[in-house]
């Protein structure tokens, strides 16, 4: 058939060149010394960027965070441990500092320096990289040097308890010397010649596919300062049921990204699947716009908190696998502020009709709000419905906007919605936190709430660096929060992790953004 | 079925007739056809079902206790993530399909006709008319709905507009070359001598000409048009407050159901599947029962 | 040969009005819908100063017409631009995943055409007859079906119960050599496969209502009466007339198919540039979108342009036309 001719040269022609460019070459020089074990983890979200100053999915994270260390990590608890850095603390009010270990080495054989902390902080200050999650962290810094090759100085504007851990935590550290020649590290791409001080470092990129990491020693935080795994690659599959389906299969070791709340007892009974729970550390909450009507009355804030059927929510859409937080803004997780005596809530279709008459509202006159939220976020679109539907029984009638997730961010900047709903991944410090949400000019502010006990409270907190007068203070402006709806902490969710039983000894670390993919995790995993 | 003019038509009678005459016909030949009257049938029931279906189920909402059950007797087809019943997803699913595949056919089908109409009865406008349907039917059709549709934002008529934006090409070319053949006939240019006004012309003689190749195209493109709000719902990009075939299989993706609860997907894809078979099947048999060439004699 | 000269120039004018108007459509779009393209390149840290030098620097803050000149301009030059979300040139994101959509397309298209022919002459040979209905239905059936539930359950049955197919991805990592050609295929066989499905259809029932037609034409009842054995006629004289319209008719949905690879790539992992375009709307970056419409279109555009030039070279009928 002459017809099929051009389509059959065409073809060829594709297949040539697709096959012409991208096959592999097996990679040369010897293997690694203890084990050849290769952890294959499975993602949804593609890498957009391989600058970890740069935010943007949480696979960015993941891949960064095995290559460019932070200084301090976080256990089980919430509480911060020393990593890159041995101690820290503050010499006055407005001069904190980190000291390093000294035998952390990049991967090209310069040593990890206070001068690489130093440019990182100060080019986050001066580039403002989109997304940089501890640009909002550093408003009271002025500047970071280099003291010595392993002391670290913070010169502060104001005093600021917290920043310490909070930068020290939030930060990945990057080489000075492969990110300052780049010039402005918000435009850098990273995309190729890694040299990374984790114990892994990125080798090979197929995009949208895979992305493959190699073992570097020696690695301070593993079993003779070697990795157990030689070799970790992260697949991408855009759609969580192929992912499991190909986890149940063998084709990954891990998933990576949490699982959805249903699915959780299905894996639980999959032969080869062994499923962790991982504490959350961050809550799911709804913010009132106290700067629209009437949401600045109070009684109709706690209308709307009534008119919520909490364990409903907890039980079906998170399937029991959330705890209730007594609707303070501290969850129990973090043993060290938690206030056991706060109460949730009720759901009280009642008590919410009458508050509403109270305020004036009625059958005569109907409450009828908008509540946005990202229609990325499953969990939270799930339960919004429910919010909506129990709300109605009160008598107030939420129209539900969930949207894209971009739009959904710009139009929470823009304070344009009398509702939003959402979740924080991570709230592991109650007193920086709160001074983000509850602050006025607080980068997370969306219930705009500006009371004047408040603000001195967290203001309080934020300057003593006194941990039993800081828990007080803390409880205190938590109590405040909770009595005056000025937020409203709906739950903390338990996050679920599987991955192959054909490994063991992860390390379980809070959140989903380190779970079992925490770099000291993947540097003691074991195949059996 | 067909579009035919009343008898009400002044002069040229006789057209009229052999079109009447050609629709009972093409009735009487299309009810020899077994798989059209199936399918008219299967269309029949699942446009009821999208009619009564507050008679049929409750709406869904809420949650229930049996979160992704089999199906049983007390759930037909099975309870989802948040224990809600299929069944009742998929009747009222029915309805939102539906009303998407007509509004958005009818909107199509009212600017492809209109450009085809008046490309073929005004040449000049026909080449450019022609230049650019074929320009259109070369855009990767997909992505750029998804463009649409996130920028706007996901609502039933931001899905009816999108859908119907970039499906009139397609229309426009079916109904484009048929109605061309006939300008060229010799009854137009009789029409035409006889002094009828255009919009008189195009009303009385090209419309009813080209009806049965629009009675198709609604049928294709609002087929189509089911698919095509599904693929959008299921990448997060329908109407997340109401409840389409769609959603429920978005639904039942993002609780990572479709791996392990068959009955999430199964009955809303099998809905689909029989309305946009027996649709495409209608106007297939309606198409050969036209055609002296193919009808069952 | 002036005439088929002129014919090509006249088919590759009409290509390249083509890629102008993809590239328009799309600037269009992306400047006159409702979304901000600041929002994209901006981070919410930013003073409203930051974010007006940066919109500066993108060029967001010119005239609509200026941006499209310079639109153009880069365009002429094949620069498509830098990626908001990943700093990087936009052909270098585009050009890594370009080769697996068409991998994908052009071998579901392959297959598709050497299933359809035999299927489409089989129907029209006998119409109305058990196997036409047969080819029918199950090509109205195919075109109807939603990739996404078809892909979970092929990759459930083949992939996870039978083990016979990988799941997901275009090849494993780690497999090189003459091995991974061998595991590309593999990973192949299922998203080509309900590609074809759901192509195969309007494929086949489009050849078999052309072909019916052309049987009932003059020259073929007059090469039946000549006594001509009827698969000589059917295979020979009806189906090389049938073949055209169907083809062109391929080439016209080509734009259709790539695009609507998506979902497929989406279920089956598979790192497509229908993905890439899915990803850059979520992260509104407007120049990869730009991008990956004007290099889809171009693709499009050139497979039509070489198929007509074919035709034209092989069929006179085609260069007058």
Known sequence: MRVRLPFTALAAVAVAATVAACSPSAPSGPGGSTSDAVLTIATTTDVVNFNPLIGNSRTDSWITGLMYPRLLTIDANGAKQPYLAKDYGFTDATTAYWNLRDDMKWSDGKPVSADDVAYTINSILKDKPTGNTTYGQLVNVDSASAASPTRVELKLKRPDSTVVTEVGFWMNVVPKHVFEPAGSVAKFPNNSNWVSAGQFKLTTVAKGQSYTLERVTPYPFAPKGTPTVAKIVYRVYPDVNTEILALKNGDVDLIANALPPAQVKNLQSAPGVKVEQVPGLGYAHMTYNMKRKPLENLKVREALAHAVNYEAIRSVVLQGQAVSTGSSPIPPVLKDFADPSSKEYAFDTGLSKQLLAEAGFGPDKPLSLTMIYSLQDAVTSQWAALVKDDAAKAGITINLQGMDRNTYLAKTNAGDYDIYAGNFAIMDDPTTNMALTYLPGGAINYSNVDDPALNALITKAQSTTDKGQQKQLAQEAGKLVRDNVYDNVMYMQNLYIAHSDKWSNFIIKPSELLSLVDPQSLANATKS | MTATPGPAAAGLETVITDQVTAARATWSAFRRNPLGIASLGILAVLVLVGVCAPLIAASPSGYGDQVLQPPSGAHWFGTDNLGRDIFAEVVWGARLSIVIAALSSALAILIGVLVAVLGAYFPKADTVIGTVVDLCLSLPVLPLMILVAALAGPSLVTLVLVIAFFSWPEVTRVVRSQALSVVRLPYMDAARVTGGSHAWIIRKHLLPAVAPVIVVSVVLTASRAVLSAAGLAFLGLGDPTSWSWGRILYEAEQSGAMSSAWWTTLFPSLAMLALVVSATLISIAYNDARNPRTRED | ?321
Request: glycine share 10%; hydrophobic share 50%.
């Open chain 3, 1 to 321: 040969m002036p005439q088929v000269l002129r014919f090509a120039v006249r088919r590759i004018g009409r290509g390249l009005l083509t890629l102008w108007f993809a590239a328009t459509v799309t600037f269009l779009l992306l400047r006159l819908l409702p979304g901000d393209p600041a929002l994209a390149v901006a981070s919410p840290n930013m003073t409203p100063e930051a974010r007006q030098t940066l919109l500066q620097q993108y060029g967001l803050d010119e005239p609509l017409l200026t941006q499209y000149g310079k639109y153009l301009w880069q365009l002429l030059h094949g620069n498509l631009g830098t990626s908001f979300s990943q700093q990087l040139p936009v052909s270098t994101v585009l050009l890594q995943r370009l080769p697996w959509t068409l991998l994908l397309t052009v071998s579901s298209l392959l297959v598709t055409v050497a299933v359809g022919i035999p299927l489409g002459v089989l129907a029209a040979t006998r119409p109305r007859g058990f196997l036409d209905r047969l080819v029918q239905v199950g090509g109205v059936v195919g075109q109807s079906l939603f990739v996404p539930s078809v892909g979970i359950f092929l990759l459930f049955v083949l992939g996870l119960q039978l083990h016979w197919l990988p799941i997901g991805g275009a090849y494993s990592p780690g497999v090189y050599g003459t091995a991974w050609y061998g595991d590309v295929l593999q990973h192949l066989v299922l998203p080509c496969f309900s590609l074809v499905l759901v192509q195969l259809g309007s494929y086949v029932l489009t050849l078999r209502s052309t072909l019916i037609d052309s049987l009932g034409e003059d020259y073929c009842v007059l090469a039946q009466a000549k006594g001509l054995p009827n698969r000589k006629v059917v295979w020979k004289h009806a189906l090389r007339n049938a073949l055209l319209p169907t083809t062109t008719l391929v080439g016209l949905q080509l734009g259709f198919l790539v695009g609507g690879a998506v979902l497929t790539e989406t279920v089956f992992a598979y790192p497509g540039i229908g993905r890439g375009i899915y990803e850059a709307v979520t992260q509104l970056d407007f120049p990869v979108l730009q991008g990956a419409f004007v290099l889809l279109a171009a693709t499009v555009v050139l497979a039509n342009v070489l198929t007509d030039l074919a035709y034209g070279l092989l069929d006179p009928r085609v260069r007058t036309a």
